[in-house]
């Protein structure tokens, strides 16, 4: 359980970035031995072969410096009312995702995580329901599913906001309701198209008839 107002750090975040570092450094590796033994560089200018072994020699200095300078920055907190995560090295960005927006939160450990003993947390909102993926991710959390628990806990302790009944309609997922009750989307929809059917019925109803 993380205590609320407290800023926390990814721990394995700068693990997790070095390990996928440390991956595409064996994988060029792998690649340059075994063009380099096919005779590729024998007959090749000074030049290629320089800008062949200087760009990811220049790459991999950049995001050794990079990633604790991006791992200094990172940091995320739980409220009494939202999720907040700083982040970034040139641009700084600051995400704030209120409880009662949220829609669904999931936890997730791929296979490099899994090495480093983390994971991540994913938060979908009402609003971002037409988008690919999650609203907010926030990766190397070491108990990133008590996280994810914790989150879900405020998460059903708050009554969700009002979004339009196309909105609704359009992300299939489940809104709460004010009084502490969860509406279907599918039901959203349908109580719209009933109440429309209706307006058509009277109108048609005070038509004169010839």
Do not use: C
């Not at 792998?30 to 062949?52: E, K, N, Q, R, Y």
């Not at 409880?99 to 669904?104: K, L, Q, V, Y």
């Amino acid at each position: 359980m993380r205590p609320e107002n407290e800023w926390f750090k990814p721990e394995k975040l700068k693990a997790y970035f070095y390990l996928y570092e440390a991956i595409a450094v064996v994988l060029f590796a792998a690649f340059g031995a075994g063009i380099t033994a096919l005779g590729a560089f024998a007959d090749a200018p000074l030049a290629v072969t320089a800008t062949f072994v200087g760009v990811p020699v220049v790459v991999l200095a950049f995001l050794t410096w990079w990633i604790p300078a991006f791992y200094r920055t990172a940091q995320y907190r739980l409220t009494d009312e939202e999720v907040e995560y700083h982040r970034g090295v040139f641009f700084q960005q600051k995400t704030t995702v209120p409880f009662n927006r949220i829609t669904n939160v999931d936890a997730a450990q791929g296979p490099i995580q899994r090495v480093v003993d983390a994971g991540s947390v994913g938060i979908h909102t009402a609003g971002y329901g037409g988008q690919t993926g999650a609203e907010l991710t926030v990766s190397g959390i070491v108990d990133y599913v008590d996280v994810k628990d914790q989150i879900l806990d405020k998460v059903r302790r708050r009554p969700g906001v009002s979004i339009e009944a196309g909105e609704a309609a359009s992300t299939g997922d489940v809104v709460a309701a004010p009084g502490g009750g969860a509406v279907a989307t599918g039901e959203l929809r349908s109580d719209a198209m009933l109440s429309e059917l209706r307006r058509i019925r009277e109108l048609l109803e005070r038509q004169p008839k010839s």
